[in-house]
């Protein structure tokens, strides 16, 4: 948020995030089965990329707790 002093008012306003305005900046991300984290995938793209390819058993490990295991296209999720 940012505050402005105008003429003896304060208007606040919230700035648009960059998830707002570039898709790029969405995390393409997963949630451990093991210790339950989210986290972020090693596969970075924007969602409509993401929409194109075709994800099956990728393995991927946790950073939290090092559990691998192997993800499937629904497993991921944009945040």
């Known amino acids: 948020m940012t505050a402005v002093m105008l003429r003896g008012f304060c208007r606040i306003w919230r700035r648009a995030s960059a998830a707002d305005d570039d898709p790029m900046e969405r995390t393409l991300s997963l949630t451990c089965p093991q210790c339950g984290e989210e ?41």
């Open 39 to 79: 986290f972020a995938s090693a596969l970075q793209m924007d969602p409509a990329t993401f929409a194109k390819i075709r994800v099956e058993n990728n393995i991927e490990r946790c950073p939290n707790c090092g559990y691998s295991k192997r993800y499937q296209k629904t497993d991921y999720f944009f945040t």
